[in-house]
């Protein structure tokens, strides 16, 4: 059948019938907001490329998680910004380290009950060379230290596991960290908190705004020696496959919007909960859009999170969560 038998236009034509025949939606508990926690109280720093987002001590993030949970959000993903930094992260996996010492306090307010806390797994944000795994001197100047790494991941999810983490979300991209953390987490005692792994991360122009956030760019080099790279669609299946095998619940797609075609060969392929990150890039540049008057903010916000919903996205960690939930 052909025009005039059918006219898309028909269901069209008002609110309530464009309603009845949407495909995707959005709901508030699908968002999970990312928090940057830094020592101190009282402590709410603007950060300045990402206009909204800001570097929260402790007693400013369990006030944010009490909104979030108002809101109806899905749950909070924290990064740390430690006191000092060394060589070898410390800091990730101290037992007084500033994401445990955040867990415990947001476990013991009563935001936290409808909120799922996941803790950012990962070194740069402590180490003082800013790379995701320790450093080592080679043929080439220097290499991330593949291996000795794993150690220090494992040691920090666990950490995070026993200050009240719900789940842990590894985000380095060295290999095998997953079999790692999941070994380590079983040996304590945590055999039923899952594991997010950031599956898919691009090394990406994308993430710039986040490293003012999380104060973690590295000091020489780049991440391309772990991260991949953005042309490839077959080896992020491959990853993905890969951390499935070692024990990964859930994965995470890293960027979203440039990566919107990955997000959706991962969900042909995968039957697994699977999340994407509309990363700082993506926000701030929308941000910088709303300031000019360039964009309807609104509907932008909400069309940049349906867009990576339908995609194949089951949750989205956003920076724009608490807004769209205002606007849901
Ligand atoms: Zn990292």
Known sequence: ????????????????????????????GDLIYPLFICPGEGVRNPVSSMPGVFNLSIDEAVREAQEAAKLGLGGLLLFGLPESKDEEGT???????????????????????????????????YTSHGHCGVVVKSRDGFDIDNDPTLELLART??????AGADVVAPSDMMDGRVAAIRKALDTEGFGQTPILSYASKFASAFYGPFREAADSAPQFGD??????????MREAMREIELDLEEGADMILMKPAMPY??????????????????QVSGEYSMLQAAFEKGWLDRNRAILESLLGI????????????????????
């Not at 059948?1 to 508030?28: H, I, S, Y």
């Not at 013991?108 to 996941?118: M, T």
Request: hydrophobic letters at 45%; one cysteine or more.
């Open 1 to 28: 059948m052909t025009f005039p038998a059918n006219r898309m236009r028909r269901l069209r034509r008002n609110d309530a019938l464009r309603a009845l025949v949407r495909e995707t939606v959005l709901e508030p």
């Open 91 to 125: 800091g990730a996996y101290d037992e007084n380290g500033i994401v445990q010492q955040a867990l415990r306090a947001l476990k013991q307010s009563d935001a936290a009950k409808n909120l799922v806390l996941i803790g950012d797994v990962c070194l740069c944000e």
């Open 157 to 162: 999810a666990v950490s995070q596991a026993k």
């Open 223 to 232: 991440r391309r020696s772990y991260q991949m790279d953005g042309a490839n």
């Open 260 to 277: 919107l075609d990955v997000v959706h060969a991962a969900r042909e392929r995968f039957g697994v909960p699977m999340g994407a990150y």
């Open 309 to 328: 919903r339908r995609a194949g996205a089951d949750f989205i960690v956003t920076y724009f969560a608490k807004d769209a939930a205002k606007l849901l």
